[in-house]
């Protein structure tokens, strides 16, 4: 039987590097895509159905609210939204128009990335501050936790902190800043699950808002997110999120998420519509949820490592690479398998070789993030068993030229 795209004739690929959008997310476990088609098969008020994921992600974030979003980055959208309008739904409807409003998102220079665009998207002026010294390799400094409090002034909406391990400043330090001079903070904490520990760690650092992805370690639906953090911004997010094409009087939004004796009317379809959520995204991220809070963090670790270990004894040993196995817990979450190439002898480069695994039949995709330095990486979350084997071979063969 030709599976579904193969009926379509999309040629399916192997994800040996890790989650990506670009290469469709994770792979979900077969409960999660059971409970999207059962749900896919019933109707619900979708704001009944969110008031209940708010109060399982509240309890599994230790935030006071959530909420599903379709992404960490539309919660990024949402959440900034959210910060700019607080329940004035006179200003959700002018969004992203934010003359006269608190317009400025301040940010760590270090902390910009490709992601942030979702918080421009909400109207809002991206105020970089510092300078990544450290980055560049010209000093030891990064922004500090002073040029973040002296850069807020009445138009600041909100501070935007990117949570890495090497991400500096603390977030305890801009948080205290930050909250000195009552301007909330919302994290950027999309791919960092596991640890399962970091769902509350950014709460209790004092963040306000914290998006989450629910398409890469969750494993939940590929456009499914999560957004945690304080009640009122949450209420604020979902009333730009919600569809409300429904009269004042007849709409009896579910006061856990949303207290409809604090607005003077319901605002228009807001800023937050077109990255909707279905009851399918609703019901597989929090079954997604729930299976890997529930999966233990040791098991999870040895699934991934028995992968990364047979793609090495498949790859072996030749010549002009060198296979090492990062498997520090203390130092990565997720066993990575790198390939170091001796370039020269091999007369081409690691990126040769991650395009090569890439225009081969199946499509293999390896981790091109470090080829400059004549590595390829590969990232066990989204193999499947049987493909380790796979990979192996074809590296074998493209090494052997
Ligand atoms: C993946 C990622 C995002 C986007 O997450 P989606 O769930 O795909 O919207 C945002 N920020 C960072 C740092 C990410 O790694």
């Known amino acids: 039987m030709p599976n579904v795209y193969e009926k379509l004739g999309v040629p399916t690929i192997i994800n040996a590097s890790g989650p990506a959008t670009r290469l469709s997310g994770s792979i979900m476990p077969a409960e999660v895509a059971e409970a999207m088609k059962e749900a896919s098969q019933y109707c619900v008020d979708i704001a009944v159905l969110q008031a209940h994921a708010s109060q399982y992600l509240a309890q599994v974030t230790g935030a006071e609210a959530g909420y599903v ?66 980055y560049s390799g010209a000093g030891v400094r990064d922004t500090e936790p002073w040029e973040i409090e002296a850069a807020i002034n009445e138009r600041t909406a909100a501070v935007c902190y ?36 970091n769902l509350k760690r950014f709460i209790a650092e004092g963040a306000d808002l914290v998006a989450f992805s629910g398409g890469k370690a969750i494993r939940g639906p590929q456009s499914s997110g999560i957004l945690c953090g304080r009640r009122e911004l949450i209420q604020a ?33 807001g800023i937050g519509r077109p990255c909707k959520v279905g009851k399918e995204e609703i019901v597989g991220l929090l079954t997604a949820l729930r299976l890997f809070v529930e999966e233990d963090p040791q098991a999870r670790r040895s699934r991934w490592l028995q992968l990364m270990e047979a793609l090495a004894a498949a790859i072996g040993e030749t010549p002009h690479a060198q296979l090492s196995l990062a498997n520090d817990a203390k130092r990565t979450e997720i066993p990575i398998l790198a390939l170091q190439l001796d370039e020269e002898a091999l007369g081409f480069s690691a990126l040769d070789l991650v395009k090569r695994l890439q225009d081969g039949t199946p499509g293999i995709h390896a981790n091109p ?29 493209l090494l052997k030229g």
């Open 237 to 269: 997010a979902a009333l730009q999120h919600l569809d409300l094409d429904i009269y004042f009087a007849q709409w009896n939004p579910p006061p856990s998420l949303i207290d409809k004796s604090r607005l003077p009317g319901a605002p228009h379809h």
């Open 162 to 197: 990117v949570a890495y391990t090497h991400s500096l400043p603390s977030l305890a330090e801009v948080v205290a800043v930050a909250h000195r001079a009552g301007v909330p903070v919302i994290v950027d904490a999309a791919g960092q699950l596991p640890p399962a520990a």
């Open 369 to 397: 993030s470090r080829v400059s330095e004549g590595v390829v990486l590969f990232g066990p979350m989204c193999l499947k068993e049987g493909e380790p084997e796979i990979v192996g071979k074809r590296v074998r063969q």
């Open 69 to 134: 979003t379709s992404g960490a980055a539309a919660g990024l959208l949402l959440g900034t939204a959210a910060c700019i309008t607080g329940l004035d739904p006179t200003k959700m409807n002018r969004l992203p128009d934010t003359r006269g409003m608190k317009n400025q998102v301040i940010m760590a220079r270090s902390h910009r990335n490709f992601y942030d665009h979702a918080v421009r998207s909400a109207g809002v002026e991206l105020v970089e501050v510092g300078i990544a010294d450290r």
